[in-house]
């Protein structure tokens, strides 16, 4: 046996990846030469899905990271802490590092990457993105040689399990949830799910990755999938869209309006990084992502669209990047790379990237500034006269509007379904202002964006 | 510059790679080390979509792929001959070889992995299937840790445009091919791609990788799509199918009936190898892709169902994947690995795989064992008791019917539309062959399976 794994953690993920690990036979045949040398638990005794050696178990993660004779360290026991400790522990000891933590890696990236590059070990996170599905690794390698324009994804399968429940079911978000939540897809506390906070992390990830730039958490606007009702899954179904949580950053070229705020660096452009309910046109390829599936679409200059598909969470999928990523530094290794020139494509090359520009190549574009389609519903007195009144306010505001249906009456109000052209989002919210101020509005309970 | 292209070729996917390679900015930084150092061309005249220093081109090709100064060959002239002897003469000088090559990589791949091997080179192939798509190098490296069960793809755009026209719009497929040709989307001779033998030389590539073993170009059962009616569309339509020409290599595991031919190897199985017209259901991720797009399904345990979608064609996408091998090779080179140990993800593994097992691990399914549902259309004469005598020699050869429906009129005769559950293909045959004996069948215009 060549390389050594200590392995963090024996939970769902933990356990998919022992039972590869063990039972390699039919697999890539440099499997047969790693071994599972030390598992780090929280408790000996608890019953697990995969049997292993008693010997291999401790509670003493730390002497995990720090046992010379481990080769990579496969942390998948997720949390902040210990894992962020344990990782910079494991790669201060020279240890490679595989993770499936997109929680430490959004918040923590830079400080575990430049210890990386330093210590001169990879960190490798295929795992922490769209379960199985090879995404992380062509954003590094197949699709670096294209100009990315953009990513947008279906990443999280907790809120597109609920979503598709409630376009095949119209049933409404909150029951839906406690079904999921009964049936095991959602989480006793679905705070990060819905919240959108978990594609966030993933956005996080996978912006940086396809824009060579630190994307910081903070940065990523974020809108959970909670206010989706009933009625917009089904106006939006008749319009022909279908309501999706997607991540989605995509590069801003500089306009006059916008300005240039760093013209010496030729490629400057604004970045958007945004997570929301969005209308999808249901000839998109991410509208028939329905279920727990995730998907992820890159866009590039010259590649065009590609898609990657696939389950986005579980404990096989996630077991199965965990080890593509451990049979990744094996294979570098067996090759002979020389330990003080990190291969290139399998390091972390944001400090490339930076180091190239001196600076960032993106500003952070704010909201106001998005250029994209509305969806919008309100509830209005039953007059004559209010399409009107609510065309001349969008039309005060520049906002040019695709579509305006009255769509129903609900005792005495009247329901009224507005899709705007591309508009500047700015003056799309100054138009809701102005509209909220005429007396025949009753609310605005639906605003969506639209792909 | 650190490393030197020699291209071979500078038709659409070689100006495709040589623009990307010309204009590195705001692409992975590894690429401004890449230096087109030489092209092979047939005129030196001919006006090219990109501009290239005129001493960087030459006729004679043998003086590129024995140059020295040259790493890697890039050929991409396509055709059989000389490609294939360059690609060799080029691995004879210690080149490193990336190829869009599929019918060279399908016919000759063993002859030319077992020189790349012994050379100590690399021969990489993302372009030759799917375009930019990268599904080649998921199947080496990320894949390759699970136990594949199937690939299934949709893998010839000129054919997969077709049949979506004929989806929407109603027409038959030599209306449509003659438009098709006009607009460019199939070529003057399109027997390629409408025959399937396009699609059967990227299986044999797909299958070989998937399931660790050389498969050749004759055991690929391939049937076209030029018998695919507008009434066979319009029938799976109803039934909530779309036709689509599918390539597929499935396990099929060892059973009874079967046999075991060979029970040294535990994993030993079938494998079904086959390229045809397909009813896909709606539902399956596959029935939605329409136009020139491409995709590739496969399914492995643990990580369940994957898909890659993308352009399967086209200057930007195929040297999108291009370039992609070429900043692989690079990444290695820089990364100093070892001449003597070649990288065994990058690297073709088959040796290995078969030296592990010494033999084969797959026997090719004969296709009358290959169990799948059929869709057949029967002209019959309109009178009672068809249907029943249809079911009835069914019946006979234990096939079971899943749907039959009399779907019109046709002047004297009526036309019925058979479904079947999953039967034994050697049983549907036979059944068939005692109804083209029943004085009531007319004809039998089609014979499709259904995924």
Do not use: W
Not at 7 to 32: E, F, K, S, W
Not at 369 to 382: I, K, M, S
């Amino acid at each position: 046996m060549a390389f050594k794994i200590g392995l963090l953690g024996l939970g769902t993920v933990g356990a998919g990846t022992a039972q590869i690990l063990l039972d390699p036979q039919g697999r890539h045949p440099l499997l047969q030469e790693i071994e599972i040398y030390r598992v780090g638990v929280r408790s000996l005794d608890k019953p697990r899905p995969v049997e292993l050696p008693k010997g291999l178990l401790t509670t003493d993660l730390e002497t995990i990271v720090t046992d010379p004779h481990v080769d990579i360290v496969v942390e998948v026991m997720g949390g902040l802490e210990p894992a962020r400790s344990l990782i910079l522990k494991a790669i201060a000891n020279g240890k490679h590092v595989v993770t499936a933590n997109k929680a430490v890696i959004s918040r923590y990236g830079d400080e575990i990457f430049t210890a990386a590059n330093q210590a001169g070990v990879y960190v490798m996170l295929e795992a922490a993105v769209g379960g199985g599905i090879p995404v992380i690794q062509p954003l590094k390698q197949a699709l670096s040689v294209n100009r990315i324009h953009s990513v947008t994804g279906i990443v999280n399968g907790t809120t597109n399990y609920i979503l598709s429940r409630m376009q095949t079911e119209g049933g409404e978000f909150s029951d839906i949830l406690a079904d999921a939540q009964q049936l095991g897809y959602a989480e006793a506390d679905p705070t990060a799910d819905v919240d959108g906070l978990d594609a966030a992390d993933k956005m996080a990830i996978l912006a940086s990755l396809a824009f060579g730039e630190r994307i910081k958490l903070p940065e990523i606007y974020c809108e959970g999938i909670s206010k989706v009702s009933a009625a917009d899954i089904a106006y939006a179904e008749k319009l022909g869209f279908a309501i999706k949580l997607l991540a989605i950053a995509k590069q801003d070229l500089p306009t006059p309006e916008k300005g240039t705020p760093d013209t010496e660096t030729r490629n400057f452009a604004f970045l958007q990084v945004r997570v929301h309910p969005t209308l999808v046109p249901k000839t998109h390829p991410l509208a028939s992502i329905s279920g727990v599936y995730n998907a992820i679409l890159v866009e590039g200059e010259p590649i065009g669209q590609v898609m990657f598909y696939g389950r986005g969470a579980g404990s096989g999928p996630t077991a199965s990047a965990v080890v593509s990523d451990i049979l990744n530094i094996a294979a570098i290794l067996k090759s002979g790379g020389d330990a003080a020139k990190l291969h290139p494509l399998l390091s972390c090359s944001h400090q490339d990237y930076c180091a190239n520009r001196q600076g960032r190549r993106f500003a952070i574009a704010p909201m106001e500034e998005l250029v994209t389609r509305f969806y919008a519903r309100f509830l209005t007195l039953d007059r004559p006269g209010v399409i009107g009144k609510l065309g001349t306010s969008f039309g005060n505001h520049h906002v040019s509007l695709e579509s305006v249906v009255q769509t129903g009456i609900h005792g005495e109000l009247a329901e009224i379904v507005v899709v705007t052209h591309d508009v500047r989002e700015g003056n799309f919210r100054q138009a809701l202002d102005e509209i909220r101020t005429l007396d025949t509005i009753d609310s605005i309970p639906s605003i969506l964006r639209v792909l």
